[in-house]
């Protein structure tokens, strides 16, 4: 049962535009979320990520947003950059009364930006 | 620092071997995880650790055992490959909750697998 959902597996945007990454969740506890990125034979790196105390954060071109009642997240990256071409993995985990960051994956999404 | 590596990178078996994959952090962190992603899947737990002498069992351990006797080292057994473990493996480490960016886990370059 997947609790963490990506919805789309992939995306497609001009250079310069805005690319929008959806993700969804069914676990209520879930209170930290984070986004992964992924190139090709690479393990996936940290990219952002934010608490559920917060509605939005932002670092760079990058901005996560969060909507606790629709269980629902976003990944804005503005502009887009053919360098940010790669696999985005949505993560989600339960901190708050955990000793452990376990970590709940998507599936991903596969992010193309052309010149 | 080189951050969490693995070895190796890719492995063909054949049905019924057995291999060790290895894993290695130096960023001194408690928490280390094995993964692993099936084609357009994301990825699963199936086993993790807080420290050394101390595993447990993730989403899906079956078919494969730890052990964990140094913070740094992290290996992970199969006994008996199955064609149904052919996916890429990642490592990872975290910090102890609790210190900055506990929540953030650092992965390795992957192994990928092939069982025949």
């Known amino acids: 049962d997947q609790q963490v959902k990506q919805n789309s597996p992939s995306l497609s945007v001009q250079e310069g535009r805005i690319s929008i990454l959806n993700c969804d969740y069914t676990?209520?506890?879930?209170?930290?979320f984070l986004w992964y990125k992924k190139y090709p034979a690479e393990g996936p790196t940290f990219l952002i990520s934010i608490s559920s105390i917060k509605d939005k954060n932002e670092d760079g071109r990058f901005t996560v947003f969060l909507n606790k009642s629709a269980k629902h997240l976003s990944l804005h990256i503005v502009p887009s950059q053919p360098g940010d071409s790669a696999v985005y993995f949505c993560a989600a985990s339960v901190r708050r009364g955990s000793t452990l960051g376990r970590l709940y994956f998507g599936r991903g999404t596969q992010l193309t930006v052309w010149p | 620092n080189a951050g969490v590596t693995q070895t190796p990178k890719f492995r063909i078996l054949k049905i019924g071997q057995s291999m060790t994959l290895q894993c290695t952090q130096d960023?001194?962190?408690?928490?280390m995880y094995w993964y692993r992603q099936d084609p357009g899947m994301g990825l699963k737990l199936i086993y993790y650790s807080v420290g050394a002498g101390i595993t447990d069992k993730g989403e899906v351990p079956n078919g494969y055992n730890v052990s964990r006797s140094t913070t740094e080292d992290f290996p992970l057994r199969l006994e008996l490959a199955a064609p149904s473990q052919t996916s890429v493996y990642f490592c990872?480490?975290?910090?102890?909750?609790?210190?900055?960016?506990?929540?953030?886990?650092?992965f390795g370059p992957g192994t990928r697998l092939t069982v025949l």
């Open positions: 990872a480490s975290s910090p102890h909750p609790g210190t900055r960016k506990a929540d953030t886990q650092y």
């Open positions: 676990n209520s506890m879930f209170d930290y």
């Open positions: 960023m001194n962190h408690n928490y």
